[in-house]
């Protein structure tokens, strides 16, 4: 697997980054082993635990995991239960989020870590504080940014934190980073890492004739996945297959080329069994420039 450097940092993570939003759900320790192995043994290092995500780092807490692991977790968001979400930076919550997730995991240190919101109502002096204390103190490593617009990025670059990547959807379904976060991390020289790199699991076209039965479509993220079920979203996806079909690979190795392609340091992907991440870990297909003009084209 391709290793990037992340921005103009030193830190080298890989092409594709292992996400665990299954982690504690319908992925228990076991089989999160298994994936984390088969990850490693690509040359896989990134893994990345979701917004509030006490559950992955509690089955993360329970595995034996590779020296050279890169783990990327996030604070900003409490959700002390699932009707009331809570956000923000201010100096005690960060402080007391990085804590739980270092307690829950069982780690030192957080390789990156990700501030999940851009919180307008916190002075930004008091966020570049506990940044400065927790980069000095070796608890974080690097620190990235999600759910920001480019003027967010730079605003938090103009308090002093030092961002090295931002973290976005993006895919050939959905490419509204282009307009304003893609350019200013790259006049910044920000790493963009690509969450939902496979289009909420559409680009792998495992919707084209019916729904299976043990997806996100069929359960509680169906409104989370059908949103790239629509008219345009069918144009580009046929498009896909096309350009699969003329060079006899997968819609998935399409995605995950083009992200590439893009420059995109990282992409996400969060799959469920052993079987989905091999498709995923073979992929190393490579676009040639009349291709990867005409995907641009039509996403």
């Known amino acids: ?27 228990d320790a076991d089989g999160a082993q298994r994936l984390v192995d088969d990850f490693a043994a690509a040359g896989g290092n990134l893994l990345e635990l979701p917004s509030s995500g006490l559950h992955a780092a509690a089955v993360l807490g329970q595995l034996t995991l590779p020296d050279d692991l890169v783990l990327a977790g996030r604070v ?46 916190v002075d930004r002096s ?25 003027w967010q990025l730079a605003e938090m670059r103009g308090a002093g934190i030092p ?5 976005t959807e993006y895919s050939l379904l959905n490419r509204d980073a282009d307009a304003d976060l893609v350019p200013a991390a790259d006049y910044a020289g920000v790493g963009i890492i690509a969450g939902a790199g496979l289009g909420r ?26 949103a790239y079920l629509d008219d345009r979203s069918a144009k580009v996806l046929a498009g896909v297959r096309r350009a699969a079909g003329a060079l006899g690979v997968s819609t998935t190795d399409i995605a995950l080329a083009f992200n590439r392609d893009r420059g995109i340091a990282s992409t996400l992907v969060s799959a ?7 498709q995923i870990l073979d992929s190393d297909v490579a676009l040639a420039p009349e291709i990867a003009e005409v995907l641009e084209q039509i996403s």
């Open 1 to 27: 697997m391709k290793h990037n450097r992340l921005g103009t940092t030193g830190l080298d993570v890989s092409d594709v980054g292992l996400g665990t939003f299954e982690w504690g759900h319908r992925v």
């Open 76 to 121: 900003g968001v409490s959700v002390s239960e699932s009707s009331h979400i809570e956000l923000g930076l201010g100096r005690a919550r960060i402080l007391d989020q990085v804590r739980r997730l270092l307690e829950t995991t069982g780690r030192d240190h957080l390789d990156i870590l990700v501030l999940d919101v851009f919180d307008e109502e």
């Open 126 to 150: 008091e966020t570049a504080s506990a940044i400065d204390t927790l980069l000095t103190l070796g608890t974080v490593r690097y620190v990235g940014v999600s759910h920001h617009t480019g």
């Open 163 to 167: 961002i090295a990547c931002a973290l």
């Open 201 to 226: 699991g559409v680009l792998t076209d495992k919707y084209q004739r019916a729904t299976p039965q043990d997806s996100r479509l069929a359960g509680e993220l169906s409104d989370y996945v059908s």
């Open 272 to 278: 469920r069994t052993p079987e989905q991440l091999a």
